[in-house]
């Protein structure tokens, strides 16, 4: 029973319809009964005039609904649970209602709880009063989710409903007026704080001492002492969770009301703080583009210059149309025992409106021409194979039909079959693909001596291998296609047929979003698929385009046309390109670099780096066929080339260090913005190390945590207070620092960390 008072809430006659206003069931509930039954359909927590729900038809409510995503951290010691709900809301009479995404991955975060909370609330006939209410809980309670606090919030039903009541004497108003009150009397209360009354006490005697010290060490400590009279103590992280409610009630209701710090406890000596460098923000090098042939490089200018791109697009993608033009054809020795296939893996990482189409389409141009005029002279081959499998599938359904009477063997039969699965009809070429499933992958594979390309300026491949469309995604063909082993196809119908070293590049252009989030899906980085790309991430140009431009040299577009034909004309099969002794040299000293980096600074990214070498000889290889087009198996690779590949590989190497920090595998710079919004959200003009640990539990030790202060001084989000400065008992500080001014003007959505 939810004390003798029922939380009324309003339901719809749908579920999961966003587009529906009209919530003309009302439901009174008083228990886990009628909460499961009202929770089955979309519902609502006020009433609307003529029952269409929005902020000018706001009536009345005495319910007050908060949303509990648990999007404030990834560690799931930091999740709220409906127990915690419970705990720092005793007293108060709510339901918990379990949400569709509880426990369930949602946009790319792990399972974890989600539910809503609805109070019982003192009734309220004033939208403008109950959208404050609920800014004021989120302001004491920063774990609610902030973007679902308006007066017309509705919550998606679930059926079966999966919900919890419980009961209590005082509405959530009562509550929270209590934790504000009789502060002279709590400040000066010196008794022992009884189990039963420790967190609702501490609760308010935080509130007392926030309001008057201001957000500051004093107040901290005095709270950490007030905390000592809990009997039995709380636990540590209660404790802190009450302190964290408070900042945020101080952030949120006490400091904008125009609070003031006391004089007694000023703060630190002004300091000159620079503008803070942006996460996301990276000094990285240019494509070295004297590194490529010449034939590349006039052609790679040209074409950025008349697009007005940086030159890394069309140098990257220049790679990729040459790996397409050789994979299969070619492979490269590094060792006796090692060759590497010559296919790539790329993908260039650049905002919108970067022109990324129109840079593939000049690289391709010279590939899309060659399959037009190869497709054209196939053309009747491809209609007499085709006309000559449909007489055998014909024939085959003629046997089938004297075998049902008695007028033809099963051996007949299985004599055809055997023949139309032996039968290779004639394809059209397909050189490259656009976004493409892996099942269709498979089948272009096979129809093309077991090479193609997927060539895109849009991300959908990663959406079709993340599993978006399709929970059965074969990302074998992803993951063999680049390393060259045998594929096993199986279809309806035919033999099993094998595609012995497959040969897939891939060269993709894809805005930054597409690739956050990608190191938590166990499809990319679990299986290794992130560490088969070659990442860059360009300057953007935007903003600094020329309208008149120069255009691209008919010596430079026939020079590199004639190129591709070539290489795409010749018919080798896995012929092997040798290094000569001094390029191999170059490559053994690469090889041992990398060794001794790969548990030091590249071990962020050991996955990756530990295929850094083999691409770096795959780029030789491929320089190598764009230098010797005719005859690349007779002719050794030469120091200079493999030194070119070095110089390319190193710029791939501090593309892929940002591109992974993108993608949340810098470990350093994540747990850096971890704390930064631990600071933001909890408005630290200053704190200890001590408090950075207790407010971010996953860092264990003062060692752990340098490296993350470091890193946030380096990019001017925090700096050391000067050790001149007293702290609040006049006494030299111990490893303080200071907040930049500007991180809490522009701090973002409240929450809990």
């Known amino acids: 029973m939810l004390m003798d008072k029922p939380i009324i809430v309003y339901t719809a006659d749908c579920r999961g319809n966003l587009e529906n206003c009209v919530y003309q069931n009302r439901i009174e509930i008083t228990d886990m009964h009628a909460a499961a039954e009202a ?32 999007d404030h951290s990834d560690e799931p010691t930091d999740w709220i649970t409906p127990e915690d709900i419970g705990y720092f809301f005793a007293g108060v009479p709510h339901i918990i209602h379990f949400s569709r995404h509880h426990m369930k991955l949602k946009a790319n975060k792990s399972p974890r ?108 400590e005095r709270f950490l002492s007030e905390a000592e009279r809990c009997d039995p103590p709380l636990a540590d992280s209660e404790v802190e969770q009450i302190w964290k409610s408070r900042q945020n009630f101080f952030r949120k209701v006490v400091k904008p009301k125009g609070w003031q710090q006391p004089e007694a406890y000023g703060g630190a000596a002004p300091i000159e703080w620079d503008t803070p460098i942006p996460f996301d923000e990276y000094d990285l090098p240019a494509f070295p583009v004297d590194a490529l042939p010449e034939v590349l490089r006039e052609y790679v200018l040209a074409v950025s210059e008349s697009t007005q791109t940086a030159v890394d697009m069309a140098a990257v993608e220049a790679l990729g149309v040459i790996a397409l033009c050789g994979q299969g054809k070619y492979s490269v020795c590094g060792t006796a025992d090692w060759r590497e296939p010559i296919n790539l893996y790329l993908v260039v990482i650049l905002p919108p409106a970067e022109r990324k189409s129109s840079v593939i389409a000049w690289m391709v141009s010279p590939v899309e021409e060659y399959e037009r005029e190869a497709n054209g002279e196939l053309g009747s081959k491809i209609i007499e194979s085709q006309m000559k499998l449909d007489a055998m599938e014909k024939e085959k359904r003629a046997i089938v039909d004297k075998v049902s009477k008695g007028k033809a063997t099963e051996e007949e039969l299985h004599k055809k079959a055997t023949e139309i699965a032996a039968f290779r009809a004639v394809k059209p070429l397909r050189l490259f693909v656009d976004d493409v499933t892996s099942e269709k992958l498979t089948s272009v594979l096979a129809e093309n001596n077991g090479r193609t390309a997927i060539v895109s300026a849009e991300g959908g491949i990663f959406d079709i291998i993340g599993g978006l469309y399709s929970k059965n995604v074969n990302i074998d063909v992803f993951l063999k296609g680049h390393s060259g082993d045998t594929i096993r196809v199986d279809r309806i119908g035919r033999e099993s047929e094998s595609i012995i070293h497959p040969a897939l590049t891939m060269v993709l252009a894809v805005q930054p979003s597409v690739l956050n989030g990608l190191m938590s899906n166990d499809t990319f980085r679990g299986r290794g698929l992130t560490a088969r790309f ?54 053994e000293h690469l090889f041992y670099e990398v060794e001794k980096r790969l548990t030091n600074d590249l071990a962020d990214i050991s996955d990756w780096a530990g295929k850094f070498v083999g691409a770096v000889l795959r780029i030789a290889a491929l320089l190598h066929l764009a230098q010797n087009p005719s005859m690349p198996i007779f002719v050794d690779v030469n120091v200079e080339t493999m030194k070119s590949a070095v110089s390319i590989g190193r710029y791939f190497l501090e593309h892929a260090k940002a591109a992974y920090s993108l993608m949340g595998a810098d470990t350093v710079n994540k747990n850096a913005e971890y704390l930064l919004e631990a600071i933001k959200r909890n408005q630290l003009t200053e704190f200890s190390r001590r408090d950075a640990m207790r407010l971010c539990r996953r860092f264990k030790t003062a060692d752990s945590l340098q490296p993350i202060l470091t890193r946030l001084c380096e990019y001017g989000y ?11 008992y006049g006494r030299k500080p111990s490893e303080i620092y200071l907040t930049n001014p500007v991180v809490l003007e522009n701090e973002g959505a409240g929450g809990v960390v």
């Not at 929770?39 to 009345?60: C, G, I, P, T």
Request: glycine share 4%; net charge negative.
């Open 718 to 728: 925090i700096a050391p207070k000067p050790s001149d400065t007293p702290n609040a």
């Open 113 to 220: 709880p989600r539910f809503h909370v609805i109070f019982l609330i003192d009734p309220m006939t004033s939208e403008q009063e109950y959208a404050k209410l609920k800014e004021q809980v989120v302001g004491i309670y920063p774990y609610f989710d902030d973007g679902a606090i308006d007066s017309a919030r509705f919550f998606i039903g679930t059926d079966p409903a999966e919900v919890a009541v419980l009961d209590g004497n005082i509405t959530l108003n009562a509550l929270l007026s209590q934790i504000t009150a009789n502060e002279d009397f709590l400040l000066n209360y010196r008794e022992p704080i009884p189990e039963g009354k420790r967190n609702s006490t501490l609760t308010q005697i935080g509130a007392c001492i926030i309001k008057r010290y201001g957000d500051t060490q004093k107040a901290y």
């Open 534 to 587: 070659l990442y860059s991430m360009p300057r953007s140009s935007v903003g600094t385009r020329s309208f008149h431009t120069d255009k691209v040299p008919e010596k430079a577009k026939e020079g590199y046309a004639a190129l591709i034909k070539t290489l795409l004309s010749n018919d080798s099969k896995d012929e092997p390109i040798e290094l000569s002794e001094g390029a191999a040299e170059v490559l």
């Open 39 to 70: 929770f089955r359909f979309d519902s609502v927590f006020a009433q609307y005039k003529n029952d269409y729900r929005s902020k000018e038809n706001f009536l009345w409510s005495n319910a007050l609904p908060m949303d509990c995503d648990n």
